[in-house]
């Protein structure tokens, strides 16, 4: 890797070395053959994908090494970066921007100047602010090294308790079972994922968890890590949401997953707008408000056409957002329009017995998400028919029929 002279302007410079930065890079090199193009990341790894950090990569099936579909992790091996001229500097933190000057500072104080910029900065775990949070033997799960670390430690026999049912926790947990632990999910909300699936769909994933062993612990909380002789956790004490009796589970491990908070502080010191919620604000072409200056990936707050300003925590919304964001900063002219989609009123259309279902979410008779489990087939289809906001039928039970031709939803062009 090349040594990084201080002072330097460089014509892209990208924050954060997540996928969206990474995807950004691949994007502008596209483009422009020549720029300088620098990432600064404060992670001491090249870029990676995170969706097997709670996945294969935790159940030991691939290791770390080689490209993610080919049984590793990373985005691209370390020769792209040298052949295609994409300088990675690692373990460094970005103190501060100075959109004015055009330059940022690192954690090392040097100095960098720069013609266009990405802030790609993600987020990272909400803590749990409960007694013992910090015991060995609690983990959160962001990155490689969180995932090497539970991964370690998952075998059979070993008691795990999972806080929180989103998407993170019950794909550890899921991990974690088939590793042949002996699973507990703790979750105050009285059942999974309640602002995104009905009842039936709730019944449907938590029988997956029951089916193979796990306990489930809904309305409640966790409140305390316990130490055990040694100091390491040894407990987790939970207490019922609607009061009542404490109680300890043992174990082994906790891993908490209750979210994420996004990395927005490098913006809003620089004076960028910042939205409570949703990230660093940016236009359709990702822009902010200073020109040159973009954001992409989880902490990108865009205005979509459908549902107002608002963020994805999605690993497609990473790539789609970085190749946006690289087109724009090497003075391309794209909006940003991407109907995300999640691995992982609902109608179902399928068998859920047999595990292969679509669910379409349906607001005032428009289609507006599907949540797909082992039925990808229409996906990109189904994904054109939610960005073009189209209308189900008046009875939308037709849409549970297999046999329904999803093709005949499309309106016919005049
Ligand atoms: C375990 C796990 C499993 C997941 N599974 C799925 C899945 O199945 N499907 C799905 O759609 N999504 C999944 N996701 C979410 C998906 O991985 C993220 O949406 C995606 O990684 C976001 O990419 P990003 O580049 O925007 O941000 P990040 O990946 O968070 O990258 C941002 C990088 O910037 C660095 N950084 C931040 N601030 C600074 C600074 N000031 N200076 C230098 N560096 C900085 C951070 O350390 C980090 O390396 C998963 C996430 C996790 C953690």
């Known amino acids: 890797m090349a040594t990084t002279n201080t002072n330097r302007v460089l014509d892209y410079l990208l924050i954060g070395g997540g996928l969206a930065a990474a995807t950004a890079a691949e994007g502008i090199r596209k483009r422009d053959p020549q720029g300088s193009i620098l990432i600064v990341t404060n992670e001491s790894q090249l870029p990676y994908h995170r969706p097997p950090l709670s996945k294969e990569y935790l159940r030991s099936e691939i290791g770390p090494e080689g490209i993610y579909g080919n049984g590793g992790v990373y985005v691209q091996l370390p020769d792209w970066y040298r052949e295609q001229r994409v300088e990675v500097l690692r373990e460094i933190e970005t103190t501060s921007l100075d959109t004015t000057q055009k330059t940022v500072r690192l954690g090392d104080s040097r100095t960098l100047g720069f013609r266009s ?26 990155t490689l090294a969180d995932s090497t670390a539970i991964r370690e430690q998952l075998f059979e026999g070993k008691r795990v308790v999972v806080v929180g049912s989103g998407f993170i926790g019950l794909e550890t947990a899921a991990s974690a079972v088939s590793k042949g632990a002996q699973v507990t999910i703790v979750e ?134 970085g190749e946006v ?58 994904s054109e ?11 939308t039970k037709r849409l549970a029929d297999p046999a329904f031709d999803l093709a005949s939803l499309v309106i016919p062009r005049r």
């Open 117 to 142: 910029m990405l802030l790609a900065t993600g987020g990272r775990p909400r803590r749990l602010n409960v007694p013992g949070t910090n015991l060995s033997g609690v983990h959160m799960l962001r």
């Open 325 to 382: 964001a690289a087109a724009n900063m090497a003075g391309g002219d794209e909006p940003y329009r991407h109907v995300p989609y999640f691995f992982s009123t609902t109608i179902v259309r399928g068998d859920m017995s047999k595990n292969t279902f679509t669910a379409f979410y349906v607001q005032n008779d428009i289609l507006r998400a599907a949540l797909m489990v082992n039925d990808d087939a229409q996906m990109d289809f189904i």
């Open 385 to 395: 028919l939610i960005a073009a906001s189209t209308p189900t039928p008046k009875d």
């Open 188 to 321: 105050p909300m009285a059942r999974a994922w309640p602002n995104l699936v009905s009842p039936q769909l709730a019944d449907y994933f938590q029988g997956q968890f029951t089916r193979r062993g796990a306990t489930l612990r809904y309305g409640y909380s966790a409140n305390a890590f316990v130490a055990g002789a040694d100091g390491r956790l040894a407990a987790v004490r939970i207490t019922p949401v609607s009061g009542g009796q404490a109680e300890e589970i043992p174990c082994d491990l906790a891993i908490v997953g209750i979210g994420i908070q996004l990395n927005t502080e490098l913006a809003a010191s620089a004076g960028l707008e910042v939205d409570t919620r949703h990230g660093i604000v940016v236009d359709e072409r990702l822009e902010t408000r200073v020109a040159s200056i973009f954001a992409a990936g989880d902490v990108a707050a865009f205005p979509d056409p459908i549902g107002g300003r608002m963020h994805f925590e999605h690993w497609d919304n990473a790539i789609a957002s």
